[in-house]
């Protein structure tokens, strides 16, 4: 058996297509758009990156995106004065400071000071707090588990009453999803360094989210037969056959694990174009929920 592939760009696509549809409809009603502010401190290349993707991502679907490029050097107080001023601003509905922070910031306070209400990655203590508890809302989920999910939603499977296992338990993946999945009725369990047996833990899993940021690490036989399998890991690996030296790949064997799982997403091609589907899903929710419109 090969496993059906789980074409997270396809995805992406569709759900770009239907927030861009509803900004055009918002524009009509309102006569305004959503706005998505990205702050990135420093000139790390991969930042670069990421925040340049972002920005297209918004252009397609049509909503308004402020770039503020800080220098490595700005204090504590300049750039908390940034979030500030942002969270002001009314034609700001997201607020987006790129992580990693230069060493010299504090990036809890940082994070802690931008507005819950346009708390689009969904860090911010009050909504990690709500996402935490039964019956407690948060007005935004993190972007990538929140993809991991929709994923699963839109590739049919039923996550009720299944055996879930999370592989790793970061701030921005592990937790989070593990959250989401509890609210979803899964039967849970969380994997980490100190986990003992993790291989059979982890053959217990009809869904299984890997997000532990090592490469290949889950194999073949460590896969339930018919598991489905969400690789949220993009590790680099030497590939002298590459035109850069490497290659990218998942958390999961994927080689081995599609013998035996019945989905699985690749990397990349998978997780990631969700995770920046998901940004501009919360900003558009952030600019309904400022609007009062339903």
């Known amino acids: 058996m ?3 592939l789980i074409d997270g760009k396809a995805i992406a696509k569709t759900i770009r297509g239907e927030i861009a549809a509803e900004v055009e409809t918002l524009k009509a009603k309102t006569g305004k758009v ?4 990205a702050v990135l401190v420093g000139q790390r290349k991969d930042s670069q990156t990421y925040v340049r993707m972002k920005k297209k991502a918004c252009a397609e679907v049509g909503i308004t995106s402020f770039g503020h490029d800080l220098p490595e050097d700005i204090s504590q107080a300049e750039l908390l004065k940034v979030v500030q001023d942002l969270n002001a601003n009314p034609d700001v509905h997201g607020i987006l400071v790129q992580l990693p922070l230069p060493d010299h910031i504090d990036d809890e306070e940082i994070l802690g000071a931008i507005s819950i209400e346009k708390d689009v990655d969904g860090f911010h203590p009050i909504n990690i707090g709500r996402l935490s508890m039964k019956r407690r809302d948060p007005l935004f989920v993190p972007c990538t588990p ?5 994923l699963l939603d839109r590739s049919g499977v039923e996550i009720e009453g299944k055996q879930a296992v999370v592989l790793g338990r970061s ?3 592990g937790l989070p999803v593990a959250m989401l999945l509890l609210h979803r009725n899964a039967t849970l369990t969380i994997c980490h360094s100190r986990t ?6 982890v053959r217990q899993a009809d ?4 997000a532990v940021g090592r490469a ?4 073949g036989d460590w896969v339930k037969p018919g598991a489905v399998i969400i690789d949220v890991g993009v590790n680099a690996v030497d590939d002298a056959t590459k035109k850069k030296g490497y290659r990218l790949v998942g958390d999961v064997a994927f080689e081995e694990a599609k013998e035996v799982a019945s989905k699985i997403t690749p990397v990349p091609g998978g997780v990631g174009p969700m995770t920046i589907a998901m940004l501009l899903r919360n900003t558009l929710d952030g600019a309904k929920h400022a609007w009062g419109v339903e």
Request: net charge negative; with cysteine; proline share 7%.
């Open 2 to 4: 090969t496993a059906e």
């Open 34 to 37: 959503p706005g998505l502010a």
């Open 146 to 150: 929140k993809g991991c999910i929709e």
């Open 171 to 173: 701030n921005i993946v």
């Open 196 to 201: 003992k047996n993790l291989p059979d833990v």
């Open 207 to 210: 869904i299984l989210i890997a």
């Open 216 to 219: 290949e690490m889950v194999r």
